[in-house]
């Protein structure tokens, strides 16, 4: 089985998430992808953070497609680290192939992510273009690091059963919703 594991905040989530990981599916061919909804992010101020309960309920109702499930598992493991929590996850569910799902947008900090090497020689990683961030991915600190791993877009159907490092650059249709840009409307 191939399973994308797509982590966010989702602060909150909208049309442009379900936009990648319905992209994700159909160009990666996952059998499910599952939608991890953090309790918070060690990067990010916590103090506009909705609760997580909020979050993923408004989650179930973006992701519409049955393939896609809603968790919210690190809440439980006391964790917000992903390098952690891929850890875990790969411990519980050995003879699954899992691809680490994010979107392009994700690639200018990603090198401040704690262990993030340690991320990328986990799991393959599938990075989905997102506006503004189409050229990120070319000059992120990732990217350099690991251009000997990338892989055409074209062999994205292969990523799940590669073995990490390995990762592709997704194009295609391209949401202009920010969860930043939501927010700030909404205290306007």
Known sequence: ????????????PHEGHALVAETALRRLGLDQLWWMVTPGNPLKDRNHLAPLAER???SEKIAENPRIKVTAFE???GQSYTARTLEFVRARNRGVCFVWVMGADNLKSFHRWQDWRLIVRTFPIAVVDRPGSTLAYLS??????????RIDEDDALTLARRRAPAW????GPR?????????????D
């Open 1 to 12: 089985m191939a399973v994308g594991l797509f982590g966010g905040s989702f602060n909150p």
């Open 56 to 58: 993923i309920a408004e």
């Open 75 to 77: 809440q439980a493991l």
């Open 140 to 149: 992120s600190p990732m990217a350099r690091a690991f251009s000997h791993a």
């Open 168 to 171: 592709t650059f997704i194009h």
């Open 175 to 187: 949401s202009p919703l920010s969860s930043t840009a939501l927010r700030s409307a909404k205290s």
